[in-house]
């Protein structure tokens, strides 16, 4: 089954203690991409990548890290969370640099994320 | 900046009845349009794309676009209480990304 998974699919943390939240796509997507979502202001791209080792920021990267060594995996990291890191996490992958719909992303369940 | 823009909503209509949901972009170079249901709590799944001016249908769903307008709008026949979720509208563009860029979404709500 083509999919994506995330990995918690719900953590509580402290400030600080750093945390790691995986992705995994069978699509063989070259695309994939994280976002955070919080009422009221929508999906919000993190950070994404267009291939291995190819990574960049997006509209609000500020206390997240990625790395995409592998083609199927791309993790977010925070070294050291703060409460307004609170939020619900997506993974999201796509075909690469294409046109006319493949550039459909598709999600991952979500990750939901407290940090007191 | 390029946008999206949704009525927030909510959008309520009863069973049965046509729900119509719009969109408006702001960039005239964008080239693709998608269409995403979310429950609550859920992740967002697709519902169709578009990318040609016209209509496109799917079952009871039907997907308009106008680009000189710049809107694009979906259309749910008999609404069932099942349809009831937030509808988000997004739209690719042109660039080395091809980033999605997403609208807040519309609540919509069918009564029984």
């Known amino acids: 089954e083509a999919q994506v998974t995330q990995n918690p699919r719900y953590l509580i943390t402290v400030t600080g203690k750093k945390l790691t939240v995986t992705c995994s796509q069978n699509?063989?997507?070259?695309?994939m991409s994280w976002y955070r979502q919080d009422p009221g202001l929508g999906l919000r791209q993190i950070y994404y990548?267009?291939?291995?080792?190819?990574?960049d920021k997006g509209d609000v990267p500020e206390g997240y890290k990625v790395s995409r060594k592998e083609k199927r995996n791309f993790p977010l990291i925070l070294e050291s969370p703060s409460p307004n890191q609170t939020s619900l996490y997506f993974c999201?992958?796509?075909?690469?640099?294409?046109?006319?719909?493949?550039?459909?992303?598709?999600f991952g369940p979500g990750t939901r994320l407290l940090v007191l | 900046q390029k946008e999206v823009e949704q009525n927030s909503g909510p959008l309520s209509v009863p069973e049965g009845a046509i729900a119509s949901l719009n969109c408006t972009y702001s960039?005239?170079?964008?080239?693709?349009f998608f269409w995403y249901r979310q429950y609550s709590g859920k992740s967002p799944e697709l519902i169709m794309f578009?990318?040609s001016n016209g209509d496109k249908e799917d079952g009871r769903f039907t997907a308009q676009l106008n680009k000189a307008s710049q809107y694009v709008s979906l259309l749910i026949r008999d609404s069932q209480p099942s349809d009831s979720a937030t509808y988000l509208c997004?739209?690719?563009?042109?660039?080395?990304?091809?980033?999605?860029?997403w609208g807040l979404g519309t609540s919509l709500a069918v009564n029984p």
């Open positions: 999201a992958s796509s075909f690469r640099g294409l046109a006319g719909g493949q550039e459909t992303q598709y």
């Open positions: 699509m063989n997507h070259e695309y």
């Open positions: 990548s267009m291939n291995v080792e190819v990574t």
């Open positions: 960039d005239r170079g964008s080239q693709s």
């Open positions: 578009i990318y």
């Open positions: 997004a739209v690719s563009y042109a660039g080395n990304n091809r980033k999605l860029i």
